[in-house]
């Protein structure tokens, strides 16, 4: 068994690295297999050779609308206040769309245009000119004519067209078969019951969806544990049966990461290590003339290593060109730090703030698959760059609807919750308007909505001189601003801890004790002011708090720390504690508002927003979880 520890080989460009990984396959991107078949099973299929029309459509001479046929020159004395008659049979026929113009006859006279005077007479106010009303030959399509050429990704009014133009069969590029390995030890199937040190594997079925999203074929393999030699086996199975190989996991540097020395051994590693972020251990091999991918584990790497070259070269063997993402310019609501060693690559979400659109970075971490599901657009830092300005200007590649972002209401401020379930109650009474949520505590929100970059910003910040939460912090911080204070939900902080409190933590001096460790909340936010409050009333030093550095950006981030046991003890929201199945020492009650600008008040989205925090249905959901009071909810006070 092989234990040799990779080491990266390049940290190439990543189009450099896709340009020269796709020369390598110039021979069999040149000689893709063909496959023949029939018209109506061709949709999303793309043809290998142009196709020609056997028949003109439509092949005769046609009615185009229901009436009579006439010989127009027969019809040129007709006009108001002399009508002229005409005779079945000898001056006309009766026609249908569609029927076929024969004989003498050259012109069709709507039925709508008749005065029908018996079965077999009618009347007509006006003359018809030459083939008026008439389909002629070839209208449609000539015999001969090109429908579609090579190359061509047939859409639904291809398919139709190719039918009329007599075509049956057609010759298509041979769908590409994907075959997908997810690797690891720790990786377990759904429906596990997991152990400590477990992880469910998703990654390959992400890859699945994007590959039948490429028209590709996928084909998943079960987990296989990190063996060399079983890897191996299975590599070189899916290189026989399949036309590209994608490997999860096991790219990056460590003493169980084969993928390299495999491709190695069976074929060619052509590029090992990319400058971009995330998604840097990407390794490209080829073997036996076939495409192996090397994709990095982490969801978000995963994902961008797949959109930005497995996707490409999927593409490349299916003679498919994707069609360049819609890109946007935004506003960026918080400066963004990047190394000028890699391209990068961040999530961020969106909105429409008046005539500009606000873009807010979210969670930056290779683990973070949510960033993917919440997120609107990916803001692409150059290599080179290191980084962008609070409010400068960018460049956003979109990944949704624009038409979704127009109706966002852009969150900026406190977490909790609440907010995602707001957001759910949202959808739930209009499908169109969506809840973007930044996290980055009272102070963060309370900034943004001075500079106008988010609609509302969630606080919870207490006056340590008068005791009020909120409005002393708006009148200070926006003093000069038409701001308003939106009434949320009374809520519950306090002590989350292990399920039987096993450190016996009762009160705010027991985080100073020696065998108690401690998880924040970052600065900026409402739980820290809080608590740095509540040190100062008890004349306790922060600096004797074991964790008190430790930062994280949502209660549920703090729970969850509590939880796995990597923290004893954390500040948060009782419904946090609960979710999380902790025991919950209360510490204070506290008012959860939303600031906003008062124009803002005859927005419809956030009317949309106004009634869903008032509504039956969300105070029934919260009561459920615990921990929420809602006296006041809705409420507007003046700042």
């Not at 001096?509 to 108690?516: K, P």
């Not at 729970?559 to 990597?566: H, I, L, R």
Request: proline share 4%; aromatic share 6%; charged share 25%.
């Amino acid at each position: 068994m092989k234990k040799e520890r990779n080491i990266y080989l390049e940290n190439t460009d990543l189009e450099v690295a896709l340009k020269g990984y796709l020369e390598r396959f110039e021979e069999e991107l040149e000689n893709k297999p063909v496959e023949t078949i029939s018209v109506v099973d061709s949709l999303g299929r793309v043809t290998a050779r142009p196709y020609f029309a056997k028949y003109s459509s439509p092949n005769f001479n046609a009615s185009a609308m229901d009436g009579i046929a006439v010989k127009s020159e027969n019809t040129f004395g007709a006009r108001e206040g002399k009508p002229l008659t005409l005779v079945k049979g000898r001056d006309y026929k009766v026609v249908d769309t569609g029927d076929p113009i024969d004989g003498e006859y050259n012109a069709v006279i709507m039925i709508e245009d008749l005065n029908e005077l018996s079965e077999e007479e009618v009347q007509i106010m006006t003359p018809a000119s030459p083939w008026q009303h008439v389909r002629p030959v070839g209208e449609d399509i000539v015999a001969g004519e090109m429908i579609v050429s090579a190359n061509h990704k047939i859409r639904p009014v291809d398919l139709a067209s190719l039918i009329n133009g007599g075509i049956d069969e057609i010759q298509v590029y041979a769908r590409t078969k994907v075959g997908i390995i997810p690797t690891g030890t720790e990786i377990v199937e759904p429906g596990t019951i997991l152990k400590r040190g477990d992880i469910i594997e998703s990654n390959s079925r992400m890859f699945e969806g994007l590959t039948l999203e490429c028209g590709a074929i996928p084909s998943r393999y079960q987990v296989v544990r990190d063996d060399y030699e079983e890897i191996k086996k299975t590599v070189m199975d899916s290189v026989e049966k399949n036309d590209i190989t994608i490997i999860n996991a096991g790219s990056s540097a460590g003493t169980e990461d084969y993928t390299k020395s495999i491709v190695e051994e069976l074929g060619e590693v052509c590029y090992h290590g990319l400058s971009i972020k995330p998604g840097k251990p990407a390794i490209l091999g080829k073997v036996k003339g076939k495409p192996v991918i090397g994709i990095p584990g982490y969801p978000v790497s995963a994902y961008m290593v797949f959109r930005n070259i497995a996707r490409e070269i999927i593409m490349e063997f299916m003679s498919l060109h994707r069609e360049k993402p819609a890109v946007i310019q935004a506003y960026l609501s918080k400066r963004i730090v990047s190394s000028y060693k890699y391209k990068e690559f961040v999530r961020v979400k969106l909105g429409k703030l008046g005539g500009k659109i606000i873009a807010t970075p979210l969670n930056r971490g290779a683990g973070v698959l949510m960033s993917l599901v919440r997120c609107d657009g990916i803001l692409v830092i150059p290599k080179e760059k290191e980084g962008f300005e609070a409010s400068e200007l960018v460049q956003i590649e979109l990944l949704k609807d624009y038409s979704k972002i127009e109706n966002t209401v852009v969150s900026i401020g406190s977490h909790d919750l609440v907010m995602d379930i707001v957001n759910n109650h949202i959808h739930m009474m209009d499908s169109m308007v969506d809840l973007s949520s930044a996290h980055t505590g009272s102070m963060g929100g309370i900034m943004a909505l001075r500079k106008g970059e988010c609609h509302l910003a969630p606080i919870h910040l207490l006056d340590e001189k008068t005791g009020i939460y909120n409005v002393p912090v708006l009148q200070k911080y926006l003093r000069g601003t038409d701001v308003v204070l939106v009434k949320g939900f009374g809520r519950t902080q306090g002590f989350m801890v292990q399920k039987g409190n096993p450190r016996n933590i009762k009160s705010l001096r027991d985080l100073s004790r020696d065998d108690v460790s401690f998880v924040n909340r970052q600065k900026g936010s409402g739980t820290r002011v809080l608590l740095d409050y509540r040190l100062k009333q008890e004349g306790m030093d922060r600096n004797d708090i074991t964790g008190y550095e430790r930062e994280m950006t949502t209660h549920m981030a703090v729970a969850a720390a509590v939880s796995s046991g990597t923290a004893d003890v954390g500040l948060g929201v009782y419904s946090a504690a609960k979710t999380m199945n902790l025991d919950f020492i209360p510490l204070a009650e506290e008012e959860y508002d939303f600031a906003m600008l008062k124009e803002e008040m005859n927005n419809p989205k956030i009317k949309t927003f106004l009634k869903v925090i008032k509504s039956r249905k969300l105070k029934e959901e919260l009561k459920e979880l615990g921990g929420y009071t809602f006296e006041n909810t809705g409420k507007v006070v003046k700042i």
